[in-house]
């Protein structure tokens, strides 16, 4: 199992641009989340999903979309970045919310708005 | 409970010392809480979870404390090593059932002196 895959590492964006972060997991989880993590501070909720075609707004969803076509993929879709988007951003998933040893997170996309 | 934004506050032991790191959470209804530590440029890691039928539950140097009435969470670490200093975060699972909402706390900074 490759586990939670996160791409791209690393992007610079202009204002106004878009783009997408990729994520996907090879272990059947049912349970995907997308949180960003700003310098020094907690990681936020942005969306999350409990299965395939299902979708649900976090703490923090503005300026962002998601979708959730597959079990396997959750891509983070950013529409007209803004410098306030410049964030590290994590995707998770789990098999069951309820057993916290099961939810495993990406590495981690770096993104940068100028 | 959800971060206003404030920085992360930091706790400094010496080495071989006891910590102990508090969090508050907010929604009465959760039930399920977890204890995660992050590296820098790292994502979370999981260390202990708890259940809201349980007070208190051990692991390896690391013990988790629930206390439902005033809504509070610590985590003890025993016999602190330099290998410890990270940030701690507790995080939720809100509502009944399993609603599949992730939350995190907003975190502490552990530095350990040798």
């Known amino acids: 199992n490759a586990g939670v895959t996160q791409t791209p590492k690393f992007r610079i964006l202009k204002i106004g641009q878009s783009m997408t972060l990729q994520c996907t997991q090879d272990m059947n989880h049912n349970y995907m989340y997308w949180y960003r993590q700003d310098p020094g501070m907690g990681l936020k909720l942005i969306y999350y999903?409990?299965?395939?075609?299902?979708?649900d707004k976090g703490e923090v969803p503005n300026g962002y979309n998601v979708s959730r076509s597959t079990t396997e993929d959750f891509p983070l879709r950013l529409e007209l970045a803004a410098p306030s988007q410049t964030s590290v951003y994590f995707c998770?998933?789990?098999?069951?919310?309820?057993?916290?040893?099961?939810?495993?997170f990406g590495e981690g996309s770096w993104l940068t708005v100028v | 409970g959800e971060s206003v934004g404030l920085h992360l506050p930091t706790l400094s032991v010496q080495e071989g010392d006891n910590s102990i790191i508090n969090c508050a959470y907010s929604?009465?209804?959760?039930?399920?809480f977890i204890w995660y530590k992050q590296e820098s440029g790292k994502g979370p890691q999981f260390i202990i979870d708890i259940r809201s039928n349980m007070d208190k539950r051990q692991g390896q140097r690391v013990t988790v404390l629930l206390n439902k009435t005033v809504k509070h969470l610590s985590l003890q670490i025993a016999a602190t090593q330099p290998g410890d200093s990270a940030v701690y975060f507790c995080?939720?699972?809100?509502?009944?059932?399993?609603?599949?909402?992730?939350?995190f706390g907003q975190g502490t900074t552990l530095q350990v002196k040798p």
């Open positions: 995080a939720e699972i809100g509502g009944s059932g399993n609603t599949g909402k992730l939350i």
């Open positions: 999903s409990v299965g395939a075609g299902i979708t």
């Open positions: 998770a998933s789990s098999y069951s919310t309820k057993s916290g040893n099961t939810i495993y």
């Open positions: 929604n009465s209804a959760s039930d399920y």
